[in-house]
C-alpha cells in the first residue's frame, strides 16, 4: 500500500478546494460583511497550507497509484475534502456546532442536499454560495471519479461504462484522473454558465440563478429560499430547471463528444435511451395519475407539480415545486412509493446523480428477462446486450452483488436511525434519500418528519456515512473493511 500517492493526490484536492474559498470571500466582501470574508480567506489560507503539504511533502515518496490505493482515495477524498470543507461554516457560526457543520458539507460534496439551515433568506449569502460550490465541486469529482477510477476499477458492474472520452489504459491512475478532469471541466463550466443565464432570463436574480445552476447541474438540491423552487411560481424556470437536472442525468463524456462535433453518440449509447424512456413514461403517467387523483387542482397545476418533482426525483435532486409542506398535489399524486423508486434508480452513469444508475437497471431488468425465457428455452444461448456493447457474467454478477449489498446497507442504515429515536417511515425514508443522495425530498415522502437540524447526532453521523456511501459506489467502502485489502 503507498499511502504517499494517496496524500499526493488527497492535498491537490485540497488545493481545489481552498481555490473555492476565495469566491465566497470575495463575496462577503462586497456583502460588506468583513468578518465572514476574513473567515473564508483564513480558511482558503489554512486549507491551502495544508493541502500543498501534503502534495509537496509527498511528491517525492509517490509510488506507484494501483488498484488499492484507488480504493482508498475514492473513500478518503469526500472524507477529507468535507472535513475541510466544513471550517468556514463552523467558524462563521453558521451553524455552529461543529457536526452540523460537517453534516452540511458532506451533504453539499455528495450532492445529497440534505441542509440543516433554516430560514434561508436570513444565511449571509457568502454561505449560500459556498453551499452551492461544495455541490458543483462535489458534482464535477463525482464524473471525474465515474469515468477515470470507478469504470477502471469495475466497482459493481462498472466496467460495462460508456465512455466517449479516450480511456487512457495505459496512463496511471492520476495522470487519468488530471486528464479526464481537464477535459471535462470546461464542459461543465459552460453548461453551468448557460444555466445560470437562462435562470436569470426567465427571472431569478442573479446571485439566485447563479447558485441554481450549480446546484441543478450538479443534481445536488440546494436552495437560496426556504420555499425552494416553490418560492418563485414561475412555470419558465421550472422548466429551465428540468433540462439543467436532465443534462445532469446524463453521461458527461457524452457531452465533451457533442462538444467536439460528435453527435452520434448520444445515438448509440444506450443510457440515452432509457432516460429518454424514462421521461416520457413520466409525462404519460403524470398525464394520467393527475386526472385520475386530481380533481381538486387545477390540471395543469398538477400536472406541472407532478412532472417536475418526477424529474427531480429520477435526477435524485430533490427540487420540488410545490408549496405545501406535504408535497402539494404531486404528493397525493405522486406517491411517496415512486418517488423512493426514482430516487433508488437515479440517472446515468458518469453523471452527477446518485441512485442505482440506468445502467445497472438495465442489466437486472435484462437478466431477469433472460432467466424467464430459459424456463421455456433451457438451451438457448441469449447474449445479454446493453446497445451494442455484450454484457459478460461477471459484470452481471457484479451488479447483482451490488443490489444485494445495497438493500442490506438501507436495511442497516434504516435500523440505525430508528435506534436513535427515529419514527419508522422516517428512518426508512431517510435512509433511502441518504444512499441516493437525494436528501431534500424527505418531507415529502414523510410529511411529519422534522429538520435534519432536529436529529440526534447520531443520526446526522449515521446520514453522513449514508451520504458517502452512496457516493463512492458501496463496494468500494466495504472494500476496505475485508482485511484482505491491508495485506500487502
Keep these: 500500500m503507498s499511502y504517499t500517492s494517496v496524500f499526493h493526490c488527497l492535498g491537490w484536492a485540497i488545493v481545489l478546494l481552498a481555490a473555492l474559498m476565495i469566491l465566497p470571500a470575495l463575496t462577503a466582501m462586497l456583502d460588506g460583511n468583513t468578518a465572514l470574508a476574513w473567515t473564508f480567506a483564513a480558511s482558503a489560507v489554512l ?205 458527461f463524456t457524452l457531452h465533451w463528444a457533442a462538444f467536439n462535433g460528435r453527435f452520434r453518440v448520444f445515438r448509440d449509447n444506450a443510457e440515452v435511451y432509457y432516460l429518454t424512456a424514462a421521461i416520457t413514461f413520466l409525462v404519460f403517467a403524470g398525464i394520467a395519475l393527475t386526472l385520475i387523483n386530481g380533481p381538486e387542482r387545477d390540471f395543469v397545476i398538477g400536472l406541472r407539480e407532478t412532472i417536475f418533482m418526477a424529474v427531480s426525483a429520477l435526477t435524485t435532486t430533490g427540487f420540488s415545486n410545490s408549496g405545501s409542506a406535504g408535497g402539494g398535489l404531486a404528493a397525493p399524486v405522486l406517491a411517496p412509493i415512486l418517488i423512493i423508486g426514482l430516487v433508488l434508480v437515479g440517472g446515468a452513469a458518469g453523471s452527477t446523480t446518485g441512485g442505482m444508475r440506468l445502467m445497472r437497471v438495465a442489466v437486472l431488468f435484462k437478466q431477469a428477462q433472460r432467466e424467464l425465457l430459459r424456463l421455456s428455452h433451457p438451451h438457448g444461448i441469449r447474449p445479454l446486450r446493453l446497445g451494442k456493447m455484450r454484457i459478460q457474467n461477471p459484470i452481471i454478477w457484479a451488479v447483482w452483488s451490488f443490489f444485494f449489498v445495497l438493500i442490506l446497507v438501507l436495511a442497516a442504515t434504516a435500523l440505525a436511525l430508528a435506534y436513535f429515536g427515529l419514527p419508522a417511515d422516517v428512518a426508512v425514508a431517510a435512509a433511502v434519500l441518504a444512499i441516493s443522495n437525494a436528501g431534500p425530498f424527505l418531507h415529502t415522502i414523510a410529511p411529519e418528519a422534522g429538520g435534519y437540524a432536529d436529529m440526534p447526532d447520531g443520526a446526522k453521523y449515521v446520514l453522513a456515512l449514508g451520504m458517502l456511501a452512496g457516493r463512492v459506489e458501496l463496494l468500494a467502502l466495504l472494500s476496505l473493511l475485508n482485511p484482505a485489502y491491508w495485506r500487502r
Design 47 to 251: 486549507s491551502g497550507f495544508f493541502g500543498a503539504g501534503f502534495a509537496m511533502t509527498t511528491k517525492r515518496q509517490a509510488a506507484q497509484f494501483g488498484k488499492r490505493e484507488g480504493f482508498m482515495f475514492l473513500v478518503l477524498v469526500w472524507l477529507v475534502l468535507a472535513l475541510f470543507g466544513a471550517i468556514p461554516l463552523h467558524f462563521s457560526g453558521l451553524p455552529g456546532r461543529p457536526i452540523d457543520a460537517f453534516f452540511e458539507a458532506i451533504s453539499g460534496l455528495t450532492t445529497t442536499g440534505a441542509t440543516v439551515f433554516e430560514e434561508l433568506e436570513e444565511v449571509p449569502p457568502a454561505i449560500l454560495l459556498w453551499r452551492a460550490l461544495l455541490q458543483w465541486g462535489g458534482g464535477l469529482l463525482s464524473i471525474v471519479l465515474a469515468v477515470s477510477l470507478v469504470s477502471h476499477l469495475g466497482i459493481g458492474g462498472m466496467a460495462a461504462f460508456q465512455s466517449a472520452l479516450p480511456r487512457g489504459e495505459g496512463a496511471s491512475v492520476p495522470a487519468r484522473m488530471l486528464q479526464t478532469a481537464q477535459d471535462l471541466f470546461w464542459i461543465y463550466v459552460i453548461l453551468t454558465l448557460f444555466g445560470a443565464l437562462a435562470l436569470w432570463a426567465a427571472g431569478m436574480s442573479a446571485f439566485d440563478a447563479l447558485c441554481h445552476a450549480f446546484t441543478a447541474l450538479s443534481t445536488g438540491g440546494f436552495s437560496t429560499r426556504d420555499g425552494g423552487i416553490a418560492a418563485y411560481s414561475s412555470p419558465v424556470i421550472e422548466l429551465v430547471l428540468m433540462a439543467i437536472m436532465i443534462l445532469g442525468a446524463m453521461n
